[in-house]
C-alpha cells in the first residue's frame, strides 16, 4: 500500500481548521438565500448552514486521515524517537550485520529524527553483544526541546481540529 503525500494531508486539515474555527469564532451568518455565481453560471444556495456541516464532516475527516496516515501507518517522529531512545534500530536490523554498517544506517535515522542544534547534536554509542547490536543515546536538552516542539507542530492539524470543532460544538450548543 502506499502512503499518500502526509503534507498534503496536513495542509488539507489545518486548512479545513482554520477555516471552521474563522467561521464559528467570526460568527459569520451567511444571508439567505446565498447567490453566488462561480464559472459565471448563477446558483442560489437556500441552506447556507450546509457549508458549514460540510465544513464540520471535512474537519473530522480530516482529521481521522492525518492520524491514520501520520501516526498509524508509518512511525511519528515520536514514536520513531521513542523506539531509537529505547536503544533500538528503527529500519535497521541488529542481527546479522557488521557494525560498522549498522551504526552508519542508525547515525542516518538519528539524523533524521533528531535535529542538531548548533554544536549540539545526539551523541551514539553503538553496542553489540550476543543478541545483536544497539545503541545508546546522549540527548541534549536542547535538542529535547526541539524534538518537543517538532513533535507539537506535527500534532497541529490534530489539534486545530479538535479545537475547531469544539468551538463549533460548544456555539451550537450555546446558541441553541
Not at 464559528?24 to 453566488?36: D, F, H, Q, S, Y
Not at 551523541?123 to 540527548?139: F, S
Request: proline share 6%; with cysteine; charged share 20%.
Amino acid at each position: 500500500m502506499e502512503i499518500p503525500d502526509i503534507f498534503k494531508i496536513r495542509r488539507f486539515a489545518l486548512a479545513i481548521a482554520l477555516i471552521l474555527i474563522t467561521l464559528v469564532l467570526a460568527k459569520i451568518e451567511i444571508e439567505t438565500p446565498l447567490r453566488i455565481a462561480p464559472l459565471g453560471f448563477p446558483l442560489i444556495i437556500r441552506s447556507p448552514n450546509l457549508l458549514t456541516a460540510a465544513l464540520v464532516i471535512a474537519s473530522i475527516y480530516a482529521t481521522l486521515r492525518y492520524m491514520y496516515y501520520g501516526i498509524l501507518a508509518q512511525p511519528s517522529p515520536m514514536r520513531a524517537r521513542r523506539i531509537l531512545l529505547s536503544g533500538r534500530a528503527l529500519n535497521t536490523p541488529s542481527t546479522g550485520i557488521d557494525i560498522q554498517e549498522f551504526a552508519e544506517r542508525v547515525e542516518k535515522e538519528i539524523d533524521r529524527y533528531f535535529p542538531s542544534v548548533g554544536n549540539r547534536r545526539v551523541k551514539i554509542q553503538t553496542i553489540q553483544d550476543h543478541a545483536g547490536c544497539h545503541i545508546k543515546l546522549d540527548v541534549p536538552v536542547i535538542v529535547r526541546t526541539v524534538c518537543w516542539i517538532e513533535n507539537l507542530d506535527f500534532l497541529l492539524p490534530i489539534i486545530a481540529n479538535i479545537l475547531a470543532l469544539s468551538f463549533w460544538s460548544y456555539g451550537r450548543l450555546i446558541g441553541s
